[in-house]
């Protein structure tokens, strides 16, 4: 399958400090990204989906100012946890989709970064 | 509200068994589903995929499909403790895809 490789795997920052991660597909173009956070022993949840070139659509609770997305590129998307707090620490995942194959196109996902903040 | 919901278990079987995943989904007009597993602290991986109705096999695993009911499975065969891990359903319609809550599935030797 194609690979999609997610940056830092681990980061430990100081509370009030922001943190960038980074979404790449290496193989394909993924028009469509998405993020996800999760907690221990809970599912997947979906932050925002971010198509290239536009502004990332947010879910339902979560502060687009506080979680800044960036897709400037079919190869990259970047979340940006800004002013992180002990309650940020979380997995973050990120998937990708070659959306040109419409809704038959499945998600790669990346390694996932454990971000703890202190 | 796109909802997919599965049963969060735990699942629990004996190794050699069959194990049943069940997922179903509100939103009718859902195109493509898909199965992932999640290793604890690692990120999904696809298993499978399926777009029509039926079922679908792929060595130990089949996926089946019922648009009428809106309910997807997979069938694990020979269930083997490697198999323990959390199962994501994902429902997806043009760019939207959606994931269950998951169900964790444990193989007992």
């Known amino acids: 399958g194609a690979v999609v490789s997610q940056h830092p795997s681990r980061v430990i920052c100081k509370s009030g400090t922001s943190v960038k991660i980074e979404c790449r597909s290496l193989?394909?173009?993924?028009?469509?990204m998405f993020w996800y956070r999760q907690f221990p022993k809970q599912s997947l949840m979906l932050m925002a989906t971010?198509?290239?070139?536009?502004?990332?659509?947010?879910e339902q609770g979560v502060e687009k100012d506080k979680f800044l997305i960036n897709h400037a590129s079919l190869t990259l998307s970047t979340l940006t946890v800004t002013s992180a707090h002990p309650e940020d620490s979380s997995f973050y995942i990120c998937?990708?989709?070659?959306?040109?194959?419409?809704?038959?196109?499945?998600?790669?996902f990346g390694q996932g970064t454990r971000l703890t903040v202190v | 509200q796109k909802e997919v919901e599965q049963n969060s278990g735990p699942l629990s079987v004996p190794e050699g068994a069959i194990a049943s995943l069940n997922c179903t989904y509100s939103?009718?007009?859902?195109?493509?589903f898909f199965w992932y597993r999640q290793y604890s602290g690692k990120s999904p991986e696809l298993i499978m995929f399926?777009?029509?109705?039926g079922d679908k096999e792929d060595g130990r695993f089949t996926a089946q499909l019922n648009k009428a009911s809106q309910y997807v499975s997979l069938l694990i065969r020979d269930s083997q403790p490697s198999d323990s891990a959390t199962y994501l359903c994902?429902?997806?319609?043009?760019?939207?895809?959606?994931f269950g809550a998951g169900t964790r599935l444990t193989v007992k030797p």
């Open positions: 998937s990708a989709r070659v959306s040109i194959r419409g809704s038959d196109a499945e998600a790669f």
């Open positions: 193989d394909f173009q993924a028009t469509t």
């Open positions: 971010s198509n290239e070139g536009s502004k990332a659509t947010y």
């Open positions: 939103d009718r007009g859902s195109q493509s």
């Open positions: 399926i777009y029509s109705n």
């Open positions: 994902a429902v997806a319609y043009n760019n939207d895809m959606r």
